[in-house]
């Protein structure tokens, strides 16, 4: 996978710009980037972007964009069943996994787990999911919540 850019253009509540004016200044650019990427090799293009990003999701789609990260699913109207519904057929889900800022820095080990399962539920089904916390685990959280974590994605896979 190629990262071709780490622009964030989501707050907790909503976009930094408009649909339109995201594909007015950024989005010829990154569609110039993908198209060549995806023409000169077999590699995969990486979008990271934080935030409340929803209505952005269709134009890093339509730019090329085959992976986004980190999938912020505290950010407003970003639902894991919504997103994997209107988008899961046309873009990878990179994170999401787990919330960094409540869940996994504040919840139980038995929160983590449970929310992890879920997770992994709704984005793993017909494939397209990475799994992948939300973003880095920061030094507030107790190790069984990280345990918890990594015990609930080796349970959904099998054990392996």
């Known amino acids: ?3 071709v850019c780490g622009t964030d253009f989501g707050t907790q509540q909503s976009t930094f710009c408009s649909v339109d004016t995201f594909r007015t200044l950024y989005m010829p650019y990154y569609r110039k980037v993908n198209d060549w990427i995806h023409a000169h090799t077999a590699w ?3 979008k990271h972007c934080c935030g409340a990003v929803e209505t952005l999701i269709p134009s890093f789609i339509e730019c090329g964009f085959d992976i986004l990260n980190p999938v912020q699913l505290s950010a407003a109207g970003m639902d894991a069943q919504k997103l994997k519904d209107r988008y899961g057929r046309d873009i990878v889900f990179w994170g999401g996994g787990v919330d960094t800022q409540k ?3 504040f919840g139980s080990p038995g929160e983590v787990r449970a929310e992890v ?8 089904k017909d494939g397209g999911f990475i799994f992948n916390a939300v973003h880095n685990i920061q030094a507030n959280v107790p190790v069984n919540n990280i345990v918890a974590m990594f015990d609930a994605v080796s349970e959904f896979n099998g054990g392996r």
């Open 1 to 3: 996978a190629a990262f």
């Open 103 to 105: 869940t996994l820095a």
């Open 117 to 124: 399962l879920r997770r992994c539920e709704i984005f793993g």
């Open 44 to 46: 995969k293009t990486f």
